[in-house]
């Protein structure tokens, strides 16, 4: 399998849009991630396989701080570890700018991302009690020592 990351351009909108209608409850919106594109301390990337954009990923680096904003994978490209390239990709990245901590946050109830992150390392630092609007769900925060 050919796989590439590399950085979103204007034309990736429409399909990271759709994955991200089809991954998440409370989807961001095309002008967000226009935004996320335009800010200095953001990086919108994507994966893609054999010409498909298959994932993205929304990450900062500030201060010596990274920070996953928003990862999704489509729906029927799950399972074949998109996802977990998509992590090392931005711990890789911030390692290399010198970054010394990862942090992020997932709702509590979703296994699949929770599972991911813990083969990572990452560990729970807070919880946000009913963080999210549309279902009041709580946001884990967790964190990742990068050596």
């Not at 335009?38 to 990337?45: F, K, L, Q």
């Amino acid at each position: 399998m050919s796989a590439e990351i590399r950085p979103a351009c204007v034309a990736d909108l429409d399909v990271v849009c759709r994955i991200e209608l089809d991954s998440n409850p409370s989807p961001w919106t095309e002008a967000a991630f226009e935004s996320e594109m335009t800010r200095e301390v953001s990086r919108v990337d994507v994966l893609e396989v054999e010409g498909a954009v298959l994932g993205f990923v929304v990450h900062w680096l500030v201060a010596g701080e990274a920070h996953i904003l928003n990862v999704a994978v489509d729906p029927n490209a799950r399972g074949r570890g998109l996802g977990t390239r998509l992590v090392e990709h931005v711990i890789a990245e911030a390692v290399r700018g010198e970054g010394s901590y990862l942090m992020l946050e997932v709702r509590e109830g979703n296994a699949a991302a929770r599972g991911l992150y813990e083969r990572f390392g990452f560990k729970l630092i807070a919880r946000r009690e009913r963080y999210y609007k549309d279902n009041q769900e709580t946001a884990l925060i967790l964190g990742l020592v990068l050596s």
